[in-house]
Every structure is written in structure tokens, then in C-alpha cells.
């Protein structure tokens, strides 16, 4: 390994921020700088990405560390308010005062305080801040001395704030007195080869937590999560691996249950589009091959649990006139529904090509599933199987059955 490489490794254990992507290093070895100085620090990202724990990490190996870190979400505070919470209050200086009280910055006296979502505090509010950050003192509402501390600030923001100046709701003498440095957390979405190793560390403390057997994801599962765009970051993708993990007890997760999982959670989020979003990092014609194949697998899902119906003897409705001994294979239910969309009007067969886009029969869906997946475990048939959750004489027949490469072709 690399000096610069063991560097990083050194920083992601000293600073709990896994990641092996070109940003997080970047981040590490800026948080790194800054951490053992008195700088003010602003910290940028989307919600979700780990701010937080970005300033958590600043203030931790910071000379200040054995002080207090006080956390204010300021956009959480209500604006006629966020005075007496930042800065404390006389007793009688408006109606309910009945005692003094210190507020967030005196609580923070000789540690840091890492104010979130600093772009919501009001104008008047931001004169104050100023007046701290460049003379350490501030004036508590009803006071008539000012009140010195010794802090250090930490702000974030997932807004632009070089906007907010632009636009006259946010001081460009206070942004400028904070952005001394600036660290960016980026985007889940930009750093999609840490995907993996957050989501492995999730599980596996969620399943230590809760007592529960986990066994890992499939490869399969894996890409399916890297190619999701977590529009909620590290928040988002924490919050649906302890879900999963909890519902789907004991086994492998493999790619289905992700699949199945996403699309609910799809569905919850934006009720008037049920489809997993299209992957940004796809062409259009790729993108829409993924998502042929993505519902195949939900469809693989569903008629398995049309088979558990049957074999209760609970298949009541538009059950197929045959002998009940008979259990309809995956291709003749989906013949059966595909049947009932058809018009008289006759059509010449479409010639199977797996590199084929636009209107494909589920049969071509199967064969191109079936012939990626062979692809992308280097035509490993158990693998295979495996990944599409069927029997390995399944597979081969039907990689007979449709006339599919079963090794991989020669250049």
C-alpha cells in the first residue's frame, strides 16, 4: 500500500468517515488541516450527506475537544426565539422571562458550537453572530452588558449561501467572515463506490443492535444500490438498510428484495411515479433497458408468491382451468396477463438480439436477463443462478430454451 493510500486509511479510522472515493479523501485531508486550529469552518452539502459528522470529527480532534460540542439547528428554531436561544435572556425582558437563562453560546463556553442550516436565521440574528465571531461577545436579549466567551464555529448550510448574499437574505460581511474554510461534503450520488461499504457497515451494526443474523448482500444487490441516486444521502440509505435488514431477517439479501424494497420506498416518496428512478449515470437506451429489467425482477417476485396462493389452495380468481395438481410455470402466467392486452391484429415475432431496444415480450426480457446476468458473473452458472434466485437445471435449460451464449465469446 502506498504511503498516500495508508495516510487515508489512517484518517478514515481516526475520523469514523469511511469512504474511498477521490471526494471523502479530499474531505479527510481537510478536516485533518483545520481540525487542530481555532478557524472558523463552514461545511456545505445537501441534507443527509454528513455534516454533522464532519463537524463532530473537527471538534473531536480539536485542542477543544475535552469541552463541550453544542449542536443548534437553526432552522428548526422559530425566529422569534432564536435570539433568546442563541444568546440567553435577562429575567422580565419580554413576557415569560421568569428567571436568566443562558443561551447555546455561553453553553459552549471554551468548546465549539456547529450551528446547522445557518441560512434560516433571520438578518437581525446574523448581526449578532458577526459581532461574535469578530469580537467573541454578544449582548443577551434584556441585557444591558455584553457577555464574552471563547468559542469556536462551526456553521453549515445546504443551501448556497454565495446565492443567499446575491439575493440580500444572507450578510456578505458574515460569509465572508465564515468561509474562512470551506469543506463540501459530497452527495451520496458522487461517491457511489462508497455505497457499499456504508451500506455493509450499516447492516452490520443494526444487525448487532437488534440481535439479528446477517449474511451480506449479493453483488447483485450491491449494484442495484450504487446505481440508486439516494436523493436523501447517507440519512436515506442508512434509514433502508436497517429497515431491510430488520424485515428480511436470517439470509442473503440479494437483488430482488432490494428492488422491492426501493420501488416501496419510491412509491412512498413520490406517489405519482411508482418506478425506480432513472439511474443518472445511464444513457436513455441503457436506462431503459435497466428498467425492463428491474420490473422482470419484481415480476419474478410476484409469482412466487402466485405459487404460495396455489399451493395453499387459496387460488380463488381467474385461476387458470387446469387440473389443480398443475402449478403454471413463471412464462404462462406472465403469457396469461401479457394475453389479455392483445389485439386481433396479427404481428411477425420479433427476432431476439439481446442488444435490442424498445418494445420487448417477456420472454426477450427473460433472455436479456438471463444473459447479463451470465455476463456479469463472467458466465459462472451457479453464480448466475444464484443471482436470479433459480435452479441451477432451471438455468440451463433455459439458456437451451432460448438459444443463449453460455461461455463467453472469444475477440
Known sequence: ?????????????????????????????????????????????????GKELVASAI???????????VIV????????????????????????ASEDRKGYFQTADGGTIFLDEIGETPL??????????????????????PVRVDVR????????LAEEVESGNFRKDLYYRLKAVTIHVPPLRNRRQDIGLLADKFARE????????????????????????????????????????VLEKGGVLKTDTVLRYLRAEK?????????????????????????????????????????????????????????????????????HYQDEGETDEEEEPPIYNPYTIGNVTSAEAERELIYKTLQKFKFNKRKTAQALDMAERTLYRKIKEYDIPSKKPRN
Request: with cysteine.
Open 1 to 49: 500500500m502506498s504511503e498516500i493510500n495508508e495516510r487515508i486509511r489512517t484518517l478514515q479510522r481516526k475520523f469514523g468517515i469511511l469512504g474511498n472515493s477521490a471526494p471523502v479523501e479530499d474531505m479527510l485531508e481537510t478536516i485533518d488541516q483545520v481540525a487542530p486550529t481555532d478557524i472558523s469552518v463552514l461545511i456545505t452539502g445537501e441534507s443527509g450527506s
Open 59 to 69: 471538534h473531536t480532534h480539536s485542542r477543544r475537544a475535552h469541552k463541550s460540542l
Open 73 to 96: 439547528n437553526c432552522g428548526a428554531i422559530p425566529a422569534g426565539i432564536i435570539e433568546s436561544e442563541l444568546f440567553g435572556h435577562k429575567k422580565g425582558s419580554f413576557t415569560g
Open 124 to 145: 437581525e440574528t446574523q448581526v449578532k453572530l458577526l459581532r461574535v465571531l469578530e469580537q467573541g461577545e454578544f449582548l443577551p436579549v434584556g441585557a444591558s452588558k
Open 153 to 160: 464555529i462551526i456553521a453549515a448550510s445546504n443551501r448556497n
Open 206 to 245: 443494526c444487525a448487532i443492535r437488534n440481535q439479528i443474523i446477517f449474511k451480506g448482500f449479493s453483488e447483485g444487490a450491491l449494484k442495484v444500490m450504487q446505481d440508486y441516486d439516494w436523493p436523501g444521502n447517507i440519512r436515506e440509505l442508512k434509514n433502508f438498510v436497517e429497515s431491510i435488514v
Open 267 to 335: 412509491q412512498h416518496g413520490d406517489p405519482e411515479n411508482p418506478y425506480l428512478p432513472v439511474p443518472m449515470n445511464r444513457s436513455v437506451d441503457q436506462a431503459e433497458r435497466e428498467l425492463i429489467l428491474q420490473q422482470l425482477f419484481m415480476l419474478r417476485q410476484e409469482i412466487r408468491e402466485m405459487r404460495e396462493l396455489l399451493a395453499n389452495g387459496e387460488w380463488a380468481v381467474h385461476a387458470p382451468e387446469k387440473p389443480r395438481d398443475h402449478f403454471p410455470s413463471e412464462l404462462e402466467i406472465i403469457q
